[in-house]
């Protein structure tokens, strides 16, 4: 029998992949970035790893808890050249969740960006698509506008916003 699950579950299973995801880049980065010594000032750049690692096990152990209320349990999880793919036990009937390895690595860099305190990427646009818009080349224009939080940016909708301050 096929696992029908609600929008709420779905973005339970993609947080979850995607927060163990980026929880093992911060761990990797932290880990080689302790092995080189050839930045004078490592220990900030650690202490922003270390701050985004937080942020991540809080928020992983908070969509642990609700994967286990909702009675989901991800027991197989495999990457291809193509997709992500968790296999899911819910009361008792077996399933299959899929999302794309282009679409899951933009998110997972947009919520480490986030997590990390940083700035949001802006899109980005070639010179021709801004001739097509009739606007001129963003080398051109000023811009004053303030940066938003990451947390309120469009395409960035993470599980839970109120841990992340």
């Known amino acids: 029998m096929a696992v029908f699950l609600s929008e709420e579950e779905r973005?339970?299973?993609?947080s979850y992949l995607l927060l163990v995801y980026i929880q093992k880049k911060f761990d990797r980065d932290a880990k080689s970035l302790e092995e080189s010594?050839?930045?004078?000032?490592?220990?900030?750049?650690?202490?922003?790893?270390?701050?985004?690692?937080?942020?991540t096990n809080l928020l992983l152990s908070e969509v642990r808890r609700?994967?286990?209320s909702h009675n989901l349990r991800l027991y197989e999880i495999d990457?291809?050249?193509?997709?992500v793919e968790a296999q899911i036990l819910c009361s008792g009937h077996h399933g299959?969740?899929?999302?794309g390895i282009t679409?899951?690595?933009q998110e997972a860099n947009e919520r480490m960006r986030a997590y990390l305190g940083l700035s949001p990427v802006p899109a980005?646009?070639?010179?021709?698509?801004?001739?097509?818009q009739g606007s001129p080349h963003p080398a051109t224009v000023s811009n004053n506008t303030k940066l938003r939080e990451p947390s309120r940016y469009s395409g960035y909708r993470p599980y839970r916003t109120g841990t992340l301050g």
């Open 11 to 14: 973005s339970l299973v993609k």
């Open 37 to 55: 010594n050839q930045l004078p000032s490592a220990g900030l750049y650690m202490e922003v790893i270390r701050s985004g690692m937080d942020r």
């Open 66 to 68: 609700d994967l286990r």
């Open 79 to 83: 990457q291809s050249p193509t997709h």
């Open 96 to 99: 299959t969740f899929q999302l």
């Open 103 to 105: 679409e899951f690595h």
């Open 124 to 132: 980005v646009h070639t010179p021709s698509s801004y001739e097509d």
